[in-house]
């Protein structure tokens, strides 16, 4: 069956930095998810990309669909405090009706 | 606007007793509905997801069932819990097939003692 795989599973970073989590399908995809689910919370949607290539931007994030559509990445910029939190990514594959999660990449940001 | 309701927020129970957990949407119809469990610091495991009343998909054979006896109704029990079955409980949902989008309802954290 379709796997959908994260990494890094955890991150450290100082407030200021970068952050980068990748996600990776074992198949082709129609979409990709993102979803940020903060300490105690429950997952929110952030956004969908669809099209090969796709870059879009939220503030500080970014994010890419590959262009095979197999792979996604989201990047944040100079983090902050908010953005504490664990970011898991979705994707439904081509020929697939249910949405795959991947296991999170847990973030903290050091003051 | 559509929201997702769960309760209780907050449980504790012993080992062998039942449970009955509720999720009810509001402002749509005929939602697809999904029962996952998240495990402290894990990912997230669905357990059932509904197309419709009385239809339900188990993903994963365990202790708990789920019913849907009303549209927006979706309700996950068990007759005897396990020490295995705490974590976070959570309810989603998604409009029909034309999205692949989920909203998540607040969540129920379960321990069992």
């Known amino acids: 069956g379709q796997q959908v795989m994260q990494i890094p599973q955890y991150q450290h970073v100082q407030e200021g930095e970068d952050f980068t989590t990748y996600c990776n399908s074992s198949?082709?995809?129609?979409?990709i998810q993102w979803y940020k689910q903060r300490p105690g919370g429950h997952p929110v949607f952030l956004i969908q990309?669809?099209?090969?290539?796709e870059v879009k931007k939220q503030k500080r994030l970014t994010f890419q669909f590959g262009e095979a559509k197999k792979n996604s990445s989201l990047h944040i910029t100079a983090t902050q405090t908010t953005d504490v939190g664990t970011y898991f990514c979705a994707g439904r594959e081509t020929s697939g009706s249910r949405l795959t999660f991947g296991e999170g990449t847990q973030l903290t940001v050091n003051p | 606007s559509q929201t997702i309701h769960q309760w209780p927020a907050t449980l504790v129970q012993p080992v062998g007793s039942p449970l009955s957990l509720e999720c009810t949407v509001e402002?749509?119809?005929?939602?697809?509905l999904y029962w996952y469990r998240q495990a402290a610091g894990r990912g997230l495991q669905l357990l059932f997801y509904?197309?419709?009343?009385?239809?339900i998909s188990s993903e994963v054979p365990q202790n708990l069932s789920a019913s849907r006896p009303q549209d927006r109704q979706f309700i996950l029990s068990s007759k005897k819990l396990l020490l295995s079955d705490s974590g976070f409980y959570l309810c989603a949902w998604k409009s029909g097939r034309r999205t692949d989008t989920q909203y998540f309802g607040p969540g129920t954290r379960l321990t069992v003692l």
């Open positions: 990309l669809v099209k090969s290539g």
């Open positions: 402002g749509t119809s005929n939602p697809n």
């Open positions: 198949t082709t995809l129609s979409n």
């Open positions: 509904s197309i419709g009343i009385d239809q």
